[in-house]
């Protein structure tokens, strides 16, 4: 008589292991659980520690967590007989065929290590890398998560972002908005420059740097100028929209600084 099998294992070895079967799912469920708890306490701990590279929390959560799983895979194969330089070796063999066929894994986990140490940009920080345009909301083990200027989600591979060539719109402290406007070429520059770098002052920079007013070309008829108004990096944006708005003001009420029309007598 055949012995009834379950999923292609025997009755018999299931009856015989059954309480090795029932110590190996508690082990997982404990070490899942922990490996969940010791993660979470690392995360927060670092984060509350490392203030100034909150980028290394997450990270360091992750390895910590997956090193307690492989920890609690090698305790239940053991329950089972397994020797653990046996485990050891058959990974040691298996490692290259697992690199290999990894390669594109191991390669965002080698980057995401890359840009934590490296320090490219920080959690918080609004960056473009190659067209991977947002904020950076945390920085894992193999992708980065983002959120667009439109509010989406964007979750970008390690190496890509590590290839790629990185503007990072918040490390510096201040940016400058610059804007270009065209007056005629007859207009009083001196007046232009006092009137413009005047209006175009706001309250969203901290530093003593005045406004710049410059002319850029010099063309048949009219000039280009360029201002240049140094703000906080965070306000960016909205002195952008202020600037110019103040700068349409001022060019309106002096009708884009056309010096009076010559009277006849």
């Given at each position: 008589m055949q012995e009834a099998e379950i999923f292609g294992i025997s009755a018999a070895w299931v009856i015989a292991n059954l309480w090795s079967l029932a110590i190996a799912i508690l082990v997982l469920s404990v070490g899942w659980v922990i490996s969940n708890l010791v993660s979470r306490y690392i995360t927060g701990f670092l984060a509350g520690r490392l203030r100034q590279n909150a980028t290394v929390a997450p990270l360091a959560g992750q390895v910590v967590r997956y090193g307690i799983l492989f920890v609690t895979i090698i305790v239940v194969l053991g329950q089972f007989g397994v020797q653990t330089a046996s485990i050891l070796a058959v990974l040691?063999?298996?490692?290259?065929?697992?690199?290999?066929?990894?390669q594109g894994t191991l390669a965002n986990i080698a980057a995401g290590i890359m840009l934590v140490f490296l320090r490219p940009f920080n959690s918080?920080?609004?960056?473009?890398?190659?067209?991977?345009?947002?904020?950076?909301?945390?920085?894992?083990?193999?992708?980065?998560?983002?959120?667009?200027?439109?509010?989406?989600?964007?979750?970008?591979?390690?190496?890509?972002?590590?290839?790629?060539?990185?503007?990072?719109?918040?490390?510096?402290?201040?940016?400058?908005?610059?804007?270009?406007?065209?007056?005629?070429?007859?207009?009083?520059?001196?007046?232009?420059?006092?009137?413009?770098?005047?209006?175009?002052?706001?309250?969203?920079?901290?530093?003593?740097?005045?406004?710049?007013?410059?002319?850029?070309?010099?063309?048949?008829?009219?000039?280009?100028?360029?201002?240049?108004?140094?703000?906080?990096?965070?306000?960016?944006?909205?002195?952008?929209?202020?600037?110019?708005?103040?700068?349409?003001?001022?060019?309106?009420?002096?009708?884009?600084?056309?010096?009076?029309?010559?009277?006849?007598?």
């Open positions: 040691g063999a298996a490692g290259l065929a697992i690199a290999l066929a990894l918080g920080d609004y960056i473009d890398a190659d067209g991977i345009v947002g904020t950076v909301v945390e920085i894992g083990l193999f992708a980065t998560q983002l959120r667009t200027i439109d509010g989406l989600y964007l979750f970008a591979p390690n190496s890509k972002l590590s290839n790629a060539k990185i503007i990072n719109y918040s490390r510096e402290n201040h940016r400058i908005v610059e804007v270009r406007f065209n007056v005629p070429r007859s207009a009083d520059l001196d007046r232009i420059r006092a009137e413009v770098a005047n209006a175009v002052s706001t309250e969203y920079s901290d530093t003593a740097a005045k406004p710049d007013v410059w002319l850029d070309t010099l063309g048949d008829s009219t000039m280009t100028l360029v201002a240049r108004i140094p703000v906080r990096s965070g306000d960016w944006w909205q002195a952008r929209s202020v600037v110019q708005e103040r700068l349409k003001v001022v060019l309106e009420r002096n009708n884009n600084f056309a010096p009076p029309a010559a009277s006849s007598v």
